[in-house]
């Protein structure tokens, strides 16, 4: 059997939607972060989102994972909803 070209560290196509999915949520919530008008809200909330991100990055349980998306998806749409109602 011929060995295989990919690395031992290379990620399986699960893992790989799963961190495009991560990933697409952290640019979402960094977008709706800017729309924050108060700059030290904003600083904040940055700093905040960076934090949680990075004390999760190794999470490997895909149950986690999962739950740790829906959760930043609740968590977005909590602010997409303040910064529309904020506008009005």
């Known amino acids: ?3 295989s070209r990919l ?3 290379a990620l399986t196509l699960k ?3 799963r961190r495009q ?3 697409q949520l952290y640019r979402k919530i960094l977008q709706a972060i800017r729309r924050v008008p108060n ?3 904003r600083h904040y909330l940055r700093d905040w989102a960076r934090e949680e ?3 999760n990055k190794n ?3 895909e149950d986690a994972i999962m739950m740790m998306i829906t959760q930043g998806n609740l968590q977005l ?3 997409e909803r303040t910064l529309n109602l904020a506008q009005t």
């Open 21 to 23: 999915q991560v990933l």
């Open 7 to 9: 690395p031992p560290t």
């Open 53 to 55: 991100f990075k004390r």
């Open 15 to 17: 893992q790989f939607l």
């Open 1 to 3: 059997m011929a060995a």
């Open 59 to 61: 999470a490997t349980h």
């Open 39 to 41: 700059e030290a809200d």
């Open 77 to 79: 749409q909590e602010l």
